[in-house]
C-alpha cells in the first residue's frame, strides 16, 4: 500500500494558484487532492483529519534491486548528457515506484535539459506534492519561473523556500545570488555567492555568479581572481557543467580583455619601470619609441645596441591597441635582457642568413617553387613572395624557442602584467590560426614552410595553453590536423630544457627545433665577438659622428645608386646580405682606411662608411621599409636627387 500523509497547509496543487484549504469544505479538499495525485496510478484513497491529508494508494512502492539498478542508469546518462535515454530509465523507475521523488525531479531535469519546459514543470511538480520541502525541486521549480515564465517575484519565492530547506547547499545558494544579481540587487548577490563558495570554494556556477557580478560592476580584476581560483579546481564529470565551463572561459577572456583595455596606462607605468629596471642592472639605455612605419609583424621589435651600432637599445613599437601594447613592450625588453645574459656569459652568437643558408633554402623547395612557376600563380612577384616567406620561416624559426623563453619569465616575475599578456597571446593565436585555416596560403605555399609553420604554431598554442595553467585550450584548433603531433615534439623539447636553461643556451633549443623540422642549414650562427672601440667597435656606436660624414656619405649612397642601375635584384640582395653578415661584429665607419673587403664585390677594398651607405641604398631598393640601423636619410636623399638630375 502507498501512503502519502502530509499536512494540509504544505500540499503544493499549483504554483500559481495555490488553494487555500482552510477555507474549502472537505469534500472539495478530496475532490481536488483525488485529481492532483492521479498521476501516483489508480484513483487515490484521499481522507482528511486535523489538517491532514492521507493520500492511500493499493500498490506495492517498495524499491528493489532492478529500480535501484534502473535509477543508477538513468542518472549515468543524464551526467553524460544523453537526456532521452535517462528520460526512459527515470520514466521507468516511476512505473515501479510512482512515489519515487528523486525520480520525479530528475526526470523533470532531464526533460529541462532537453528543452521540453512544460514536461519538466509537470515532473517536478509531482515531486512537491510527494515532498513540497524538497530543496532541489522547489529550486528547480523556482529556475523554471525565472527562466522560461519570466515570473521573478514567484522564483525568488520558490528560491527562498529552498534556501530555508538546505542553507547549506552551495548550488540552492548560487541560484538566488542570481536571481539577485539579474534584479541589479549586487551586494546582496555577492554576500549569497559569497556563502555558496564558503561552502564549496570551487563550484563552478557560484564562481561564475561571483566573476559574473564583479564583471557588471567593471571589477575586472576581482572577476578574473575569482575565475583564477575555479581553474585551479579539477572540473566535474558531469557534462552539464561544460556549458557553465564554458561561460568561464568566455567571461575570462572578456574581463582581461576589458581590464587591459581599460588600465592600458597602468599597465604601460608597469612596463616604463621593468625599463628603468632593466637599464639600471645592465647599465644601457632604452628608449621606447612610438613608430607607425615599422614594419614587423609583432608591431614591435627591439634594436639592440651592439646590432645597430647605438650606444643605446631602442625599442620600436606601433600603438595599434593599448590592450596589448604594454605586453609587446615588455617581451622586446626581455628580448634584450636575454642577449645581455648571453653576452655577459661570453655565450651570446648572432642568427644570420647568407647565401649558402638561402640557396639552401632555395634547393629544399625547389620543386615546389617549380610547380608554382608553371602554374603562373604569383605571376612576376614569385621570386619576391619565394624570398619573404622563406626569411619569414627562419625568423619564427629563431624566435619561437626564444619567445617561449621570453613569455615564462614575464609570467612567473611580472605578475602584474598577466592581463596585457594574457590579451596579447589570445591575438597571437587568431593570427596564427588564420594561416591554418586559409587554403589559399596552403595552396601557394611550398610544403617544407607551410607544414614547419604550423607545426611551429601548434607548438605555441601547446605553450600558451601550458603557460597559462589550462585557462585556454588553443591546442584544441589543431586537433584534427596532423600539425598537432609534430607541434607536440617541439613543444616538449622546451619542456625538457625550460628550469635548466643557462643564458645562451636557448640558441641550443634553436637548434634542436631545426633539427626536428629539418630546416639546420637555413641559418647559421656567427659568434658576437664584442668588439672593442680600437677592433673597429668605436665607429658604430657613435650616432653624432655619423651626422658629421653626411657629405662624404651622400657622395658613397651615390656611388651605390650608380652600381646598382646596373645589377638584378638578386645581385643587390647578396652585396647587403654580405655586409650585414659583417655588420654583425660592427662597422667602423669613424675610419676612413679601406679595411673592408666583400667577395660580392672581388677586387675592391671599402671603408667602413662605404659599406654601410650600399647596404642602406641596397636595403631601400629591395626592401624599402627595412630598418637597417643608421639614420643616412638626409645623405640619401640629396644622392637620390642628384642621381636622378644626371
Known sequence: MLTVTLPLADIIIDIDNQPDFKTLPEAEIISRLKEAYAFLGTEPDVTVSDDTAVIQINVETQPTKHSRKLFEKATNEASRGRYSQAIKYFSSVLQHQPDNVDAHRNLGMAHLESGEVAEALTHILHALRLNPHDAYSLLLMGNIYFQHKAEPATAERLFLSAAEQSPDDPYILSNYASTLAKRGEFESAKAYFHKALAVDSGYPNAGLGLALVHYQQQQYQQAIEVLDTLFEQPETADIRSERVYQEIWGLYRSANQELAQAESERFMTQVRQLREDIEQSTEVEIELVADPAIDTMGNAKAEIAWHHGRSSHIVRYKELNPAITPHLLAHELEHIVLETEARQADNNRFFITNDTTRKAAQDAILSDVSLLKRSGALGNMLDTFIERIISGLTNQLFNLPLDMVIEHRLHTTCPELRPTQFVSLAHTHKENLAVLNDSQVKQITPRLIYNANLAMNAAYALFTDHLL??????????????????????????????????????????????????????????????????????????????????????????????????????????????????????????????????????????????????????????????????????????????????
Open 469 to 646: 595553467g589550462g585557462v585556454t585550450n588553443y591546442a584544441s584548433d589543431y586537433e584534427s590536423t596532423r600539425f598537432l603531433r609534430d607541434g607536440r615534439k617541439l613543444f616538449s623539447l622546451w619542456l625538457d630544457v625550460k628550469d635548466n636553461l643557462q643564458p645562451g643556451e636557448e640558441y641550443d633549443l634553436v637548434d634542436a627545433i631545426a633539427a626536428e623540422l629539418r630546416l639546420q642549414d637555413w641559418y647559421d650562427w656567427q659568434p658576437d665577438k664584442k668588439l672593442a672601440p680600437e677592433e673597429g667597435g668605436g665607429g658604430v656606436t657613435n650616432e653624432d659622428l655619423l651626422k658629421t660624414k653626411a657629405p662624404a656619405a651622400a657622395m658613397y649612397c651615390l656611388s651605390a645608386l650608380q652600381r646598382f642601375d646596373v645589377m638584378t635584384r638578386e645581385e643587390i640582395m647578396a652585396i647587403v646580405s654580405e655586409i650585414a653578415f659583417i655588420g654583425q661584429g660592427g662597422l667602423d665607419y669613424a675610419s676612413p682606411d679601406q679595411k673592408y673587403i666583400l667577395k660580392t664585390i672581388p677586387g675592391e677594398q671599402f671603408s667602413g662608411l662605404q659599406l654601410v651607405c650600399l647596404m642602406y641604398v641596397g636595403f631601400k631598393d629591395i626592401e624599402p621599409t627595412m630598418d637597417v640601423g643608421v639614420d643616412l636619410r638626409e645623405p640619401y636623399e640629396m644622392a637620390l636627387k642628384l642621381h636622378n638630375e644626371i
